[in-house]
């Protein structure tokens, strides 16, 4: 889908209230208008330039993430029983609940469980507790959380274009 430009309008303000002037939007002719001095157009929503991704940026952004999803206490009880059809159901349901994100790695992890289970229409909550599952997630965060190199994390994302879709906005953008 192609994108359209953004218009470029041109702001200015007459400080003068006497509209008897000549001016061009007026009406008013006067042969000796003297022109405005041109005044650079200001962008409306302006389409940023393709920032050129550096493997030494994405190695010191796997380090900001690695050392702020550290810092994220994981949830010591249960808030509810979450009714889930799929894992990253129940994942995007856990975030959602606590109100916070889930490692890089925890998603990865979460859409590779539901590709293993091929389109079985079974829900999997009828297979495996609610609360069991949940547990299940909040184990595996902790290991992503507390042990996961982040040279290793930015060796994923250098090889995958698209991996910042697993990504839960945690960290601004460098």
Known sequence: MKRS??????????DDDDDDK?????????????????????LINPIPAKKV????????????????????????QHRSIIPFKSWTGLANS??????????????????EWDEMRDGDPLRLDSM???CKAETNIW????????????QFIAKLWIADPM???FIDSVLPQL
Do not use: C, F, W
């Open 22 to 42: 000549p001016s061009p939007s007026n009406g008013i002719k006067n042969v000796s208008i003297t022109k405005r001095p041109k005044i650079e157009p200001t």
């Open 5 to 14: 430009v953004p218009y470029a309008l041109d702001i200015s303000s007459d």
């Open 53 to 76: 991704i550096t493997e030494e940026l994405l190695r010191k952004s796997a380090k900001m993430y690695q050392e702020y999803m550290k810092e994220i206490p994981i949830p010591a």
């Open 128 to 130: 495996i507790h609610p």
């Open 94 to 111: 856990m975030k959602q609940m606590y109100q916070q994100p889930l490692h890089y790695l925890t998603n990865i992890r979460m859409k």
């Open 163 to 165: 991996y910042y879709t």
């Open 139 to 150: 184990l595996i965060e902790e290991v992503h959380r507390l042990t996961s190199s982040h």
